[in-house]
Each structure stands twice: as C-alpha cells, then as structure tokens.
C-alpha cells in the first residue's frame, strides 16, 4: 500500500499571509492530484500533475511535482477565508485507476 | 445538474440493521468508487468499478457490498451495521484519472 504523509496536519493563518502544504511518499507515482473539501460536502479537483518538476498555477494556488515524482507541495499566496478548507493529496500508482488519498491539511483563513 | 447524487444524505440506524445507500452519476463515466471518510476526515477506497470488474480494498469487510444496476448506478449494501461504521460514505465516478465525488451519506449507527 503506498502511503502518502501530508504536512501540516492543521494550518491557521491571517487572511493575506502564504503557507506551504506538502505531500510527501517514499513511493514513485504516475500522477498526483490535489483537491479540496469543503465542509458537508465530497472533494473537488484542484489540479493533476504528471511529469517530474511540474509546476502548475490556479490563481494564487501553485501546486510543484517533486522531479522524482514521490512528493508534491502546494502553496498558496495572500490567501483568503475562501481558501478554508480540508486539502488532500491523492496519487495513482503505475497501471492502477485507484486512488490513494494522503490524510489531509485542514486550513483555517481568519479575517 | 447534479453530477454525481447520493441518497440519502444522512443515515441514523440501530445495530445490526441492514441499510443500502444509493450512487447515481449523469457523467456517462466508466468507473464508480465508492469511499469512506472517518471522523479524522481520512478518505480510504473501499470499492472501484469498472466495466463490471470490481476491485475491493482486502480491509473491507465482507458485510459490504456494492451492487452495480448498470453503469450510472454503485449502490452500496451494508448487513449487520456495527458501531465502527459510522463515518460518511462518498460515491465517486471518473472516466480517466479525474475523479467527480458525491456530496456524502453520513452514517451514524447506534
């Protein structure tokens, strides 16, 4: 079973200020997917990346694939109440369409 | 339009009850999951379907099973309902390696 660490387990921070949530393995996937998880509701997809040192931009989100393809971050910058939430990691090993979702970073933005 | 429903939304039951929650997706997709999520929010595969093979996680117990009407349908049939499967229950479809969830069942079983 490959298992996915997520860092920080808990975030809390001033509306404007940036933070770094990491998603780290010791395996080596074929793509890496962050969504988030808003109260009541199921997960959305955010982004997927594929290739070893990708970067990819949503507004203020930048979400990187670690080169060897074992660990991701996504870093958000002035960030906002809107951005609360549960974000999760989630990976797909080599020939498999079954999805391996790390524990989770609940964020919390005070105004 | 709802992409992925669930019913019901929230599911209060004695043990060793039998209960069915219900997974419809509008997508035209492939493969159907089916997860849990436990109170510390970690979201485990319990099921996947595709094309009438189905995958099962070995953790999950046999008093689970998800029954597949046809391809828009995942249903999920739990016998004998036991403390330990409180939790939310999401149905999810993809047809490549996005993956569309459902709003969630919460289970509580008393």
């Known amino acids: 079973t490959q298992l996915l660490e997520q860092s920080p387990q808990f975030l809390s921070i001033q509306e404007g200020e940036n933070l770094t949530v990491y998603c780290n393995s010791s395996?080596?996937?074929?793509?890496l997917q962050w969504y988030r998880q808003e109260p009541g509701e199921g997960p959305v997809l955010l982004v997927t990346?594929?290739?070893?040192?990708e970067v990819k931009k949503l507004k203020r989100l930048t979400f990187q694939f670690g080169d060897a393809r074992k660990d991701s971050s996504l870093h958000i910058t002035a960030a906002q109440t809107g951005d609360t939430g549960l974000y999760l990691c989630?990976?797909?090993?080599?020939?498999?369409?079954?999805?391996?979702f790390g524990k989770g970073t609940k964020l919390s933005v005070i105004p | 339009d709802t992409a992925v429903s669930q019913t019901p939304k929230y599911l209060v039951t004695q043990m060793g009850n039998d209960k069915s929650i219900k997974c419809e997706q509008n997508?035209?997709?492939?493969?159907m999951y089916w997860y849990k999520q436990d109170s510390k929010k970690f979201l485990k595969i319990m099921f996947s379907?595709?094309?009438?093979?189905?995958?099962i996680n070995e953790t999950v117990p046999n008093r689970f099973s998800p029954k597949s009407p046809d391809k828009a349908h995942l249903n999920l049939h739990i016998n004998s309902l036991e403390l330990g499967d409180s939790a939310v229950y999401f149905c999810?479809?993809?047809?490549?390696?996005?993956?569309?969830f459902g709003p969630g069942t919460r289970l509580t079983v008393l």
């Open positions: 999810a479809s993809s047809k490549l390696h996005e993956q569309f």
């Open positions: 395996s080596v996937f074929s793509s």
């Open positions: 990346v594929v290739t070893g040192g």
């Open positions: 989630a990976a797909l090993g080599a020939g498999s369409y079954q999805l391996t």
């Open positions: 997508l035209g997709h492939d493969t």
């Open positions: 379907y595709n094309n009438k093979e189905l995958i």
